[in-house]
């Protein structure tokens, strides 16, 4: 199962971006998708998680100001990041576990990321 994120960038603080992030391969199920992120010098964080019961959670940092969005039917998920701050600075990355078709084991899977640069 293959992972690839796209739309990071570089934002002035306070702007807006939007990365997508789609799963592809032999699935059966998607559990949940979410993405962290890892700052240079700092560990791989959790951002947002979103279940496929559209249960979400989010970092303290970022609530409020990012929203993740799921569509099920394109085992793709979409993390709305307003009012970004330079802190938010980061390599993102997306994960998604689940069910591979057709025998059902487990799987876990990473994109390679996608940069995200808040600057003046």
């Known amino acids: 199962v293959q992972v690839v994120e796209s739309g990071g960038g570089l934002v002035q603080p306070g702007g807006s971006l939007r990365l997508s992030c789609a799963a592809s391969g032999s699935i059966f199920s998607i559990n949940a998708m979410g993405w962290y992120r890892q700052a240079p010098g700092k560990e791989r964080e959790l951002v947002a998680i979103?279940?496929?019961?559209?249960?979400?959670n989010y970092a303290d940092s970022v609530k409020g100001r990012f929203t993740i969005s799921r569509d099920n039917a394109k085992n793709t998920v979409y993390l709305q990041m307003n009012d970004l701050k330079a802190e938010d600075t980061a390599v993102y990355y997306c994960?998604?576990?689940?069910?591979?078709?057709?025998?059902?084991?487990?799987?876990?899977?990473w994109g390679q990321g996608t940069q995200v640069t808040v600057s003046s």
């Open positions: 979103i279940t496929n019961g559209c249960g979400t």
């Open positions: 994960y998604a576990e689940g069910r591979k078709a057709p025998v059902g084991s487990g799987f876990v899977s």
